[in-house]
């Protein structure tokens, strides 16, 4: 295993600029799609690929493309979102800065196939300096005729262009980056309608992560079934994991997606195993999913090895499973504490939370303090049932999906290391030291087997 | 027309109608079906695109449609959810979205002041009825509540953060009546307000208008600050010929004198049309309108709790219309 489509050649020297880039193969499926497919056939080999949106929410993106309304006279967007923002999450920011070819290639082909004459990169203001990357290639591109009127030719035109963010969390959310973009305030829109139908500037607009639309390429230069035989079952293609944590080996890397859990982790490949201690935990896919100790990610509760794969992570429900997410893959070793990392976690959502709607905006600074007391020795034993409690009425209750990845890391944190949270009750002399797991490795009591 | 179920009660009602106005709809029909009514706190049908934010509305949609029966996985928020044909909803039928509806209140009253007897909504407060109804009786919350201080946004509002529920009325009133938004949202999350860069900026005909639609006592009219308790006042109907607005408005009196002006409320505390300011700041003698009668207060019942004498309201309404009932008896009031 170990086919790569995306970093390929992500080590060859020059490779940012135009000129390796193209002697590398680059821009072969702006010019198949161009020269030789209808807008449809791009959109059907999308599909065919069964390529899933690598943002985090994993929707078919060949069927999100096919959503997107076409009256006549209006124009259509499509914007990529860069605003890769998930702790834990960092490989939009790599594939930017290593190959921005590789994305404005991408987005040539799909604004092709989308039938859209403008697209926008919406990138978080803290990669400031990936949007100069991003622009130099553009200029790059515009300059060789990638881009701009008439490209190849073909009577096709388009033009790219790059929004730097603030620096909001919540503006990677589709609707919010929208009215970011719009220069408004980032708050997400009452959904419906869907940004397919009124998006950009009420248009009919398709948002695509960055990694998404860079699948694109590989996708319409060897045709979708070819994507498709990568993977397992409904996980198709290749995935890129930031991984870090308690590994020895963080970095970015690609998988083709049905790698076995066990061997991602602990293979010299990837991630190579813990460094020096004991795997405790997991978060297969940024802050956002459910945390599950290290067992229940290489097995699952049924006892079968998991594998890399939306399906395979994701099996158990949110009772014994998690999921693939944004790819943002970081381990904790026996040294960490679980409450203080779901601490830090909910002091994020608290902080990014846009108070729009009462849940989210009440109940992330309530569950921080509450967690903040357990972790500094303040807490009482009510205190886990009252964070059970919160979370619970949040989820499910907000507008847009940031109370649910606020409330789904307190509650998988709750549900897996309930022992951990009551240890904190039951010592508060102890955790008053911030390095107590690490003094004194926390030893959980073996969970008697269910009746 | 599509044909919703609220509560095991059917109604008929037009295309593109929200479930929260079918519901409405149903309570207009026949009062005894009132209690389906979801409460709202942030939507208000005279100001385009509110709603959705509160989440108080929530109910649960069991069968979406007849074309699609499969239920909605998660509440929906009533008031940004058209019907469709054959939807089922549950509200007051389903005891885990009441449960949901709980948790939404006591996130609302968190950081909320409870200064409530020395505010001035108290009585005609929203969130004092969803508190009643929906709220525990002790709080949960065992931290600092966050505070602002309480600025003037114009001559005539005084604003108060610390009790705002981020319902963002008022701002769409600056946004669709007034001929300039100068006020809007800073910040994010629990440390939002509602301001103006430049205090006493908000200045314009229909400004006064926000103080209505605030559903707490966020917004407060600075010519009525404690001045008295709404329940020692007395609401009439009145109307003067005003060449900025309708004129029809409701005078707050005790004894001849007016205390305080504001638009006619309809039974789900909306506006039934926004006056200008010089109607509601600057006619506060009852020499400037003709008195139509008594208000009829019906769903803040503190209000209209025995405050006029039963047989004179009698008289009154046989006059004006024969054939209807009395209201302000007890067993008419709006309990739930």
Same mark, same amino acid.
């Given at each position: 295993m170990g086919r790569k489509l995306?970093?390929?050649?992500?080590?060859?020297?020059?490779? !940012?600029?135009?000129e390796v880039y193209r002697a590398k193969g680059g821009y072969r499926s702006v010019e198949k799609a161009l020269r030789t497919m209808s807008p449809e056939a791009v959109v059907e080999e999308v599909k065919k690929s069964g390529l899933r949106g690598?943002?985090? !929410?994993?929707?078919?993106t060949g069927m999100k493309w096919s959503f997107l309304a076409k009256p006549p006279g209006v124009p259509r967007y499509l914007v990529v979102n !860069?605003?890769?923002? *998930?702790?834990?999450?960092?490989k939009d920011r790599y594939l930017m800065e290593r190959i921005p070819h590789l994305l404005i290639e991408g987005m040539i082909t799909s604004s092709f196939a989308l039938g859209a004459n403008l697209a926008f990169i919406y990138i978080r203001g803290e990669y400031f300096y990936v949007s100069r990357i991003l622009e130099r290639a553009i200029d790059e591109a515009r300059a060789a005729g990638?881009?701009?009127?008439n490209i190849l030719g073909t009577g096709y035109d388009l033009e790219i262009h790059v929004q730097v963010g603030a620096? !909001?969390?919540?503006?990677?959310e589709e609707t919010a980056l929208l009215e970011s973009l719009e220069g408004k305030r980032g708050n997400p829109r009452i959904k419906p309608p869907f940004p397919a139908v009124k998006?950009?500037? *009420?248009c009919p607009t398709v948002v695509n992560n960055v990694e998404t639309i860079a699948a694109v390429v590989p996708i319409v230069n060897d045709g979708g079934e070819e994507y498709a035989k990568i993977g397992v079952g409904r996980s198709t293609g290749t995935k890129l994991i930031s991984a870090g944590g308690n590994i020895r080996r963080p970095g970015v890397y690609e998988i083709?997606?049905?790698?076995s859990c066990d061997e991602f982790i602990n293979s010299d490949q990837w991630c190579?195993?813990?460094?020096?201690r004991a795997f405790k935990a997991v978060?297969?896919?940024?802050?956002?999913v459910p945390i599950v100790p290290y067992e229940l990610f290489l097995r699952t509760a049924a006892g079968e090895p998991r594998l890399m794969t939306y399906e395979s992570l994701s099996d158990g429900g949110f009772a014994t499973g998690t999921m693939l997410g944004s790819g943002g893959f970081y381990a904790y070793n026996d040294a960490q504490c679980i409450v203080r990392s779901t601490w830090n976690h909910t002091r994020f959502y608290h902080h990014e939370s846009?108070?729009?709607?009462?849940p989210c905006r009440e109940g992330t600074g309530w569950m921080e303090k509450v967690l903040h007391r357990l972790e500094h020795g303040?807490?009482?034993?009510?205190d886990i049932d009252l964070l059970w409690d919160i979370q619970r009425r949040i989820e499910g209750n907000t507008i847009c999906p940031l109370g649910d990845a606020a409330a789904w890391p307190v509650a998988s944190a709750i549900r897996h290391f309930r022992d951990e949270f009551e240890f904190h009750v039951r010592h508060p002399q102890k955790v008053k030291d911030p390095r107590h797991f690490e003094k004194e490795p926390f030893v959980r009591t073996p969970k008697p087997a269910a009746v | 027309m599509p044909k919703v179920t609220i509560d095991n009660i059917e109604i008929e009602v037009p295309e593109g109608t929200t479930i929260l106005q079918a519901a409405r709809m149903i309570g207009e029909r026949d009062?005894?079906?009132?209690?389906v009514v979801p409460p709202t706190?942030?939507?208000?049908?005279? #100001?385009?695109?509110?709603?959705?934010?509160?989440?108080?509305?929530i109910v649960k949609? @069991?069968?979406?449609?007849?074309?699609d029966p499969r239920p909605m996985p998660k509440p929906v928020a009533s008031c940004r959810t058209a019907v469709m044909d054959g939807m089922v909803v549950e509200n007051t039928t389903n005891p885990d979205l009441l449960d949901a509806r709980r948790g939404v209140t006591e996130f609302l009253l968190?950081?909320?002041?409870?200064?409530c007897p020395i505010?001035?909504?108290?009585?005609?407060c929203h969130l004092q009825d969803l508190g009643y109804e929906h709220? #525990?009786?002790?709080?949960?919350y065992a931290f600092e509540r966050r505070t602002f201080e309480p600025i003037d946004i114009g001559d005539t509002i005084k604003l108060h953060m610390n009790r705002?529920?981020?319902?963002y009325r008022c701002v769409k009133v600056g946004e669709?009546? @007034?001929?300039?938004?100068?006020h809007g949202v800073i910040n994010r999350?629990?440390?939002?307000e509602i301001s103006?860069?430049?205090?006493?900026?908000?200045?314009?005909?229909?400004?006064?208008?926000m103080i209505d639609v605030?559903?707490?006592?966020a917004l407060t009219d600075r010519t009525f600050?404690?001045?008295?308790?709404?329940?020692?006042t007395k609401p009439m109907d009145a109307h003067r010929a005003c060449p900025t607005c309708s004129g029809r408005v409701v005078l707050w009196m005790k004894g001849d004198e007016v205390l305080r002006v504001t638009g006619r409320k309809d039974q789900w505390g909306e506006l039934e049309e926004f006056i200008c300011n010089g109607c509601r700041?600057?006619?506060?003698?009852?020499?400037h309108w003709t008195v139509e009668g008594p208000? @009829?207060?019906?769903?803040?019942?503190v209000i209209g709790?025995?405050?006029?004498?039963l047989p004179q309201k009698q008289k009154l309404l046989t006059k004006a219309a024969p054939d209807s009932t009395p209201v302000g008896r007890p067993n008419e009031l709006p309990g739930r």
């Open positions: 995306l970093l390929e050649h992500e080590n060859v020297p020059g490779i !940012a600029g135009l690598r943002g985090g !929410a994993g929707f078919p !860069a605003d890769e923002s *998930e702790p834990g999450t960092f990638w881009l701009g009127r620096g !909001a969390y919540i503006c990677g998006g950009l500037y *009420e083709e997606l049905g790698v190579g195993g813990v460094d020096g978060v297969p896919g940024g802050s956002s846009c108070g729009q709607c009462s303040e807490g009482r034993r009510e | 009062k005894a079906h009132r209690h706190m942030c939507y208000y049908s005279k #100001l385009k695109t509110s709603g959705g934010y509160c989440r108080t509305c949609v @069991t069968k979406g449609s007849e074309k968190i950081n909320h002041p409870l200064d505010c001035d909504q108290a009585g005609e709220g #525990l009786s002790k709080s949960r705002c529920i981020l319902c669709q009546l @007034t001929d300039g938004r100068v999350g629990d440390v939002a103006t860069y430049i205090q006493q900026a908000v200045d314009n005909d229909f400004s006064g208008n605030c559903p707490v006592g600050r404690f001045t008295s308790r709404v329940w020692y700041f600057d006619h506060k003698d009852v020499k208000r @009829t207060v019906d769903r803040h019942s709790a025995n405050h006029y004498e």
